[in-house]
């Protein structure tokens, strides 16, 4: 359920652009940019690189220029503080003493020192909905949205960085058993019954930051305390250092000064001379670093270098393995460094330093102040801000502002100048950035005639697009101007094959189209008058041409249909689905509580065959169909490991955020303990004990994860009926009498009569009672309590208004029918049925259909139909239109609704080796794209800058502009 209860405003922005809330507000610091804001991911300014540290650890750096919150009125254009501001970012965190590389306004430096402090807020108090600012931190915390279990709240939340960004959303509750106690549950392994209990924390720990929550509500949420870490300052080599080997008792040259190195009993003396050695111009004990990271706590880290600020030179002392194992030129093997029995030491001396402060001005540029981001798990530096002190205004007549200026050997100049003109009223028809190279951007106001009514823009390809974009990616995937945009296939010299793609997602190449006549995707209201999104969507996976055998293969579970409300769908409450583009109400269900102890997970998914293809083999099952339980990396706090697990559905999405687990932390300050990570991980009726966590193996003691067996639904939407004492109304073809009540009680008699006036079922319903209500409408036992059901027809009781005026009220389900897991569809045996549940609790949350058998496209057999309902017709076609034996040219998906046709456009309009596919958007596809959103982004604007692309918006259709071959 995780993840998709917004799928309904989410949705509904792809057909309409959703602004994003509060960027007229006079801070937009933790906000993003305006939902229609112009993406570009590449500038020739604007570095993308990958370097290694000293202890040879990758780190993805990247760049961004960022416009938000900017607004246009009367041919004026208005950008508050912070609205505009460049970004560096690192891939998890840079750290002292270990050589990390940073991207500062374009240039290569390292990252050499920082310190920091905790920022506390007490009684903080939110409304459902809101970004609150967090003080004067430029922090947001976001109140997310709200859901219940047993109609009792918990809540999802996040806390927004002043650059927009947020590490994840986590929930949290008041009124739920915390994950401790789930070392009291005593389950057998292999399948239970469902548990009663819910289990959420109200404090959530996420290494250096721990939220505590008074008081959850569906509408307001109010936390005791919020603690976060706060860098204060952060120090910059901008050149690459010196080393130099450490000769004991004796000197080394650096440049125009000596540096000495005396041994001592808990490190080195070092001196730093003049050039003759005279005249001492520093002198400090230095101990030796090396990989261990408790060295950068901030009562430690002053242990380890020698820094002299009127020298330009901070000394460290670093000890190597005998064989030079540094930074770009020859990496370690592993994340760690060991080995150092036959190492000797260095001295390693930074120069050209640069020390920025939070908050205070950018060095070179007083117009821009610095903003330091630590990453809120382990308090080290993950971005750095540079952004506007004033209000910046454009007109026609001050149509360009410079960025702040870069540091260089060369020429010390701005590092960008952003460029508007061409202002109309409340519209810009001209907006370009120029980078340090003089190369600049297209015209990101992408339809000129129409103008845009801010000047919001994204530029590069930093991992902070992602939750900035958070609330307008699927409109943007989903925008339909230039037609279906396809993407090249990585042909490789043997195509990725799986026997099975169960727990696989599709390419992240795959076409994807948001619409198709004939999948529905409507909205509903259920008995509380609460709105719920259906939605129907098809996706092919692990599919590849077969070009030694000329025919193109579907393995088992690669051709799925799937129908998925935006949150699970529950019982006693009258809410539907989709199946087979039919609206089908839900009746009951079958679910338990699957449990594996003592199993072992490896750390084993890159790539290991060499071919680019990752191999999930470690994954361990949990049930044979139900979910897999995969170790998808780890981490380090003060070197202990941090194991990163993510419970992965059958139908390829990940249920929720990755777990965090961790062992051997305490929450002793005083101690010198500056992390802490619950050992135990539950949320809901998902549940995990550790008995050992690795860096590469966790042995897990208990696991425990809901599993839907079985539904029953009907087409039919159930009616309300009220009978008093000794009345009888039909049931299908049966007649139901109502025996007696006790509103009191909660207990309501029945007796079901065939057409001939026999006895065939009798039921007490109830009792509804305090009890009963506590756990309602998720726990099965007790809402089937509430139903008396007999082969394909069932009466319910109304648990929310059961009685009035004496009589029963109570809702009649008719020509119910059945769907149970792994068995073949009852209209179509060519395609078993797979339900899902919901992570946390046991309600439906999505169904699926695939194929259990290989399906085989080839030149001989083209056409392959989709699974068919009751009458026989096919919900969609898959029709191969042209196809050498090597490559797809040309492929398309056929529907067909009210008595007419509709098509996809050619899903191969560059040549493919897979016809791998997403159509549709419920929450499966939604998951599917947020695995490949920033590649799919920036490959539409290449295709919307490049040769084939339409050069004039036009609506209903596209006008190819001399590529008509994009449309068929």
């Known amino acids: 359920m995780k993840n998709t209860v917004r799928l309904l405003a989410i949705a509904l922005a792809i057909l309409f652009a959703i602004p994003t809330v509060g960027l007229a507000a006079n801070d937009p610091h933790g906000l993003s940019p305006a939902a229609d804001m112009t993406f570009l991911p590449h500038l020739a300014g604007l570095r993308n690189k990958v370097f290694k540290n000293q202890y040879g650890q990758k780190k993805h750096l990247s760049e961004a220029i960022i416009m938000r919150g900017s607004e246009i009125k009367d041919g004026k254009a208005t950008v508050q503080p912070g609205g505009l501001f460049y970004l560096s970012e690192t891939s998890h965190d840079a750290r002292p003493f270990m050589r990390d590389p940073f991207l500062v306004l374009g240039e290569h430096a390292y990252l050499v020192d920082l310190n920091s402090t905790k920022r506390v807020f007490k009684d903080f108090a939110l409304k459902k909905g809101d970004r609150k600012p967090l003080g004067d931190t430029g922090y947001r915390l976001w109140f997310d949205y709200s859901t219940d279990h047993y109609e009792k709240p918990y809540a999802e939340l996040a806390v927004m960085s002043p650059s927009g960004g947020w590490p994840l959303e986590f929930p949290i509750s008041t009124v739920f058993p915390g994950r401790e106690e789930v070392r009291k549950l005593s389950l057998k392994e292999g399948l239970n019954s469902q548990l009663e209990n819910f289990y959420l924390d109200n404090t959530y720990y996420f290494g250096a930051s721990k939220y505590v929550a008074s008081k959850i509500d569906f509408d307001d949420a109010v936390f005791e305390s919020i603690e976060f870490p706060e860098i204060t300052d952060a120090t910059f080599s901008m050149q690459r250092p010196i080393i130099l080997e450490v000769r004991q008792e004796d000197y080394r040259f650096y440049g125009d000064k000596r540096i000495y190195a005396y041994r001592q009993p808990d490190g080195f003396m070092v001196k730093v001379t003049d050039f003759t050695g005279s005249e001492v111009l520093a002198e400090k004990l230095v101990k030796p670093t090396s990989a261990q990271e408790y060295k950068s706590r901030m009562g430690e880290k002053d242990k380890y270098n020698l820094t002299i600020p009127e020298l330009d030179m901070r000394v460290e002392i670093v000890m190597d393995p005998s064989f030079l194992k540094d930074s770009d030129f020859v990496p370690w093997a592993t994340s760690k460094s060991h080995g150092y029995s036959t190492g000797h030491f260095s001295f390693v001396v930074y120069r050209d330093l640069v020390t920025v402060k939070n908050g205070q001005d950018w060095p070179l540029d007083s117009r821009y102040s610095v903003v330091l981001e630590p990453n809120l798990k382990t308090g080290m530096l993950q971005r750095l801000l540079i952004e506007n002190n004033d209000v910046l205004v454009f007109d026609n007549d001050n149509d360009s502002f410079d960025g702040p200026v870069k540091y260089s050997e060369i020429w010390n100049r701005p590092a960008f100048k952003v460029v508007a003109n061409k202002f109309e009223g409340d519209v810009v028809r001209n907006l370009y950035v120029r980078d340090y190279y003089m190369m600049r951007t297209d015209n990101m106001v992408m339809w000129a005639d129409e103008g845009r009514t801010n000047l919001d823009f994204f530029l590069g390809s930093s991992p902070v697009l992602e939750p900035m974009i958070e609330g307008s990616f699927l409109t943007r995937l989903a925008d339909s101007s230039y037609g279906t945009v396809v993407e090249e296939s990585r042909f490789t010299s043997y195509p990725k094959i799986v026997p099975n793609s169960s727990f696989y997602e599709p390419d992240h190449t795959a076409p994807f189209v948001p619409r198709l006549k004939g999948l529905m995707r409507k909205t509903s209201r259920n008995r509380k008058r609460e709105k719920l999104l259906s939605a129907e969507a098809i996706v092919i996976r692990g599919s590849y041409v077969d070009y030694k055998n000329n025919r193109i293969v579907i393995p088992p579970a690669g051709l799925c249909y799937t129908s998925r409300n935006a949150r699970n769908i529950r019982t006693l409450a009258g809410e539907s689905f989709f199946l087979l583009g039919k609206r089908a109400y839900l009746a009951t269900f079958t679910s338990g509580t699957f449990v594996r102890k003592n199993l072992d997970l490896d750390f084993w998914k890159n790539q290991p065959m060499g071919d680019g293809n990752l191999m999930y083999w470690q994954d361990e099952m949990l049930g044979v169909r139900n979910k897999a339980l995969r170790y998808t990396g780890h981490t380090y706090l003060d070197d202990r490991p941090v194991a990163s697990l993510s419970l992965m559905k059958y139908s390829g999405n990940r249920w929720g955020a990755h777990f965090y687990l961790a062992q051997g932390f305490n929450e002793d300050e005083k101690a010198g303990n500056r992390y802490y990570m619950p050992e135990v991980f539950s949320e809901g009726a998902t549940y995990i004990v550790p008995e050992y966590i690795g860096s590469n193996y966790v042995k897990i003691k208990e696991f425990g994860t809901p599993s839907i067996q079985a539904i029953s639904y009907s087409f039919n939407k159930p009616k309300g009926h009220s009978l008093a004492v000794g009345e ?106 797979r339900p899902d549940v919901c992570g946390h609790c046991y309600q439906l949350n999505e169904v699926l259909l695939d194929n259990p058998e290989t399906i085989i496209l080839d030149k001989e057999h083209p056409v392959y139909e989709g699974p068919r309902d009751e009458n026989g017709k096919p919900l969609f076609t898959i029709v191969v239109d042209s196809f050498d034996g090597e490559m797809v040219h040309a492929w398309h998906i056929e529907t067909e609704y009210r008595k007419k046709h509709y098509s996809t456009e050619n899903l191969a309009f560059r040549p493919r080796n897979n016809v791998d596919v997403l159509v549709g958007v419920n929450g499966t596809i939604e998951g599917f794209l947020r695995l490949s959103m920033l590649p799919r982004l920036a490959f539409k604007d290449y295709w919307r800058i490049g040769q084939h692309a339409p050069y004039e918006k036009l609506s209903g259709s596209v006008n190819t502009g001399g590529s008509a071959h994009i449309r068929r």
């Open 728 to 833: 009888t109304a039909k049931l299908g073809k049966f007649t139901l009498k109502l025996n007696s009540f006790d509103a009191t009680a909660g207990t309501v008699g029945l007796t079901l009569f065939d057409a001939k006036g026999n006895h065939v079922d009798s039921k007490i319903l109830g009792p509804l009672n305090a009890a009963a209500k506590e756990l309602l409408p998720q726990h099965q036992d007790v809402a089937q309590t509430m139903q008396l059901k007999y082969g394909s027809v069932m009466a319910e009781l109304d648990v929310k208004k059961p009685f009035k005026d004496g009589k029963v009220n109570l809702y009649f389900f008719t020509d119910i029918q059945e769907l149970e897991r792994d068995t073949p569809f009852e209209h179509d045996p060519r395609f078993m049925v």
